[in-house]
């Protein structure tokens, strides 16, 4: 019977500090999961952080119709109703969080909800050492006139870049990713109202052994 009571009572012990163990595991898998949500500062510049950089040759044809001041300070006296523009550049595109706000929360399915402004064109240089009209280098390639107008002309156009702000939106989207599946939380990603499919991420969504699996590059 003391054997009994005896081996009883190291079974409640065991079952006790088990129970207390998985109560703490879990109390700290809340807090770090809260902490997560509650740290909007770290949220936002995972976002802002998440640029890609691109650095390719535009080019284009230009009319007067498009740009009569620009037109004209590329034209040298060009006989010619068009001509070919290319011009090396770098850009950085993302998502600027600096002047436009985001909102998330935890949605009806218990996943973190995201919505996010659009990409943008975050910065931009050209390079006018390398301006070619028609194949030929530009004379006045070193106007400051030409610069700005330049700039004024092509910012609008290469913020429209198609494959640089979808390469930005799945820089953000991964980043998000990495922040917030390693533990277990859903994502549901809006970026400019669009939803963004969650490719497959080792690390995030997806197991290096899965990746290997798969043939996947970690």
């Given at each position: 019977?003391?054997?009994?009571?005896?081996?009883?009572l190291v079974l409640f012990v065991?079952?006790?500090?088990?129970?207390?163990?998985?109560?703490?595991?879990?109390?700290?898998?809340?807090?770090?999961?809260?902490?997560?949500?509650?740290?909007?500062?770290?949220?936002k510049n995972v976002v802002q952080?998440?640029?890609?950089?691109?650095?390719?040759?535009?080019?284009?044809?230009?009319?007067?119709?498009?740009?009569?001041?620009?037109?004209?300070?590329?034209?040298?006296?060009?006989?010619?109703?068009?001509?070919?523009?290319?011009?090396?550049?770098?850009?950085?595109?993302?998502?600027?969080?600096?002047?436009?706000?985001?909102?998330f929360f935890i949605n009806d399915?218990?996943?973190?909800?995201?919505?996010?402004?659009?990409?943008?064109?975050?910065?931009?240089?050209?390079?006018?050492?390398?301006?070619?009209?028609?194949?030929?280098?530009?004379?006045?390639?070193?106007?400051?006139?030409?610069?700005?107008?330049?700039?004024?002309?092509?910012?609008?156009?290469?913020?429209?870049?198609?494959?640089?702000?979808?390469?930005?939106?799945?820089?953000?989207?991964?980043?998000?990713?990495?922040?917030?599946?390693?533990?277990?939380?859903?994502?549901?990603?809006?970026?400019?109202?669009?939803?963004?499919?969650?490719?497959?991420?080792?690390?995030?969504?997806?197991?290096?052994?899965?990746?290997?699996?798969?043939?996947?590059?970690?």
């Amino acid at each position: 019977m003391k054997i009994l009571k005896i081996s009883l009572l190291v079974l409640f012990v065991g079952a006790a500090i088990v129970a207390t163990y998985l109560i703490g595991y879990k109390t700290g898998a809340d807090v770090v999961r809260n902490g997560l949500l509650a740290n909007h500062p770290t949220i936002k510049n995972v976002v802002q952080s998440s640029d890609i950089e691109t650095d390719s040759i535009l080019t284009f044809t230009l009319t007067a119709q498009d740009d009569s001041s620009l037109f004209n300070l590329l034209s040298n006296n060009r006989r010619s109703d068009s001509f070919r523009v290319s011009i090396p550049y770098y850009g950085r595109y993302g998502v600027d969080l600096t002047i436009r706000h985001f909102r998330f929360f935890i949605n009806d399915d218990k996943d973190v909800e995201i919505w996010l402004p659009g990409v943008t064109l975050l910065y931009c240089e050209l390079k006018f050492d390398q301006l070619l009209i028609n194949g030929q280098q530009a004379a006045a390639a070193n106007s400051p006139n030409l610069h700005k107008t330049m700039y004024a002309y092509l910012i609008p156009l290469l913020g429209k870049n198609r494959a640089s702000q979808k390469a930005a939106k799945l820089a953000v989207t991964k980043a998000l990713m990495y922040y917030f599946m390693p533990y277990k939380f859903g994502l549901r990603l809006y970026i400019d109202k669009e939803f963004q499919d969650l490719p497959l991420v080792p690390g995030a969504n997806l197991t290096i052994e899965e990746a290997v699996k798969k043939g996947l590059v970690i």
